[in-house]
């Protein structure tokens, strides 16, 4: 069983900045694919960013240019930085992997964490 653990979430003001930390099993493989998703209360969970082991990363439009995701094999830890916050980026954030050669458009990762939440007031 692989361990995916987020942290780092809290309450911010629009506009401000947070980063989401993941610290995972999953970098111990040679070829994964890590992501970070987001689920609002009655909203269907959405995906944000995906990072592949070779470094390729692909954005949702709703984040390109606020959020960047990035990762440390070396800590085993994924992370997401997330600036200009804004009150509808308010969710529960949670990380994701799979053991892939490519993320290519997949979205069925295997793997999740148990999220952490992200609060931003107005």
């Known amino acids: 069983e692989e361990q995916l653990v987020e942290s780092g979430g809290g309450s911010e003001e629009a506009g401000g900045s947070l980063r989401l930390s993941c610290v995972s099993s999953m970098f111990k493989y040679s070829r994964y694919c890590m992501a970070w998703y987001r689920q609002a209360p009655g909203q269907k969970r959405e995906w944000l960013t995906s990072?592949?082991?070779?470094?390729?990363?692909t954005y949702a439009d709703s984040v390109k240019g606020r959020f960047t995701t990035s990762q440390d094999a070396g800590k085993g830890t994924l992370y997401l930085q997330m600036d200009r916050l804004e009150p509808e980026d308010t969710a529960m954030y949670y990380c994701?992997?799979?053991?892939?050669?490519?993320?290519?458009?997949?979205?069925?990762?295997?793997?999740w964490g148990r999220g952490t939440q992200v609060t931003v007031s107005s």
């Open positions: 994701a992997g799979g053991i892939w050669d490519a993320c290519g458009s997949r979205r069925d990762h295997g793997y």
């Open positions: 990072i592949h082991s070779t470094g390729t990363t």
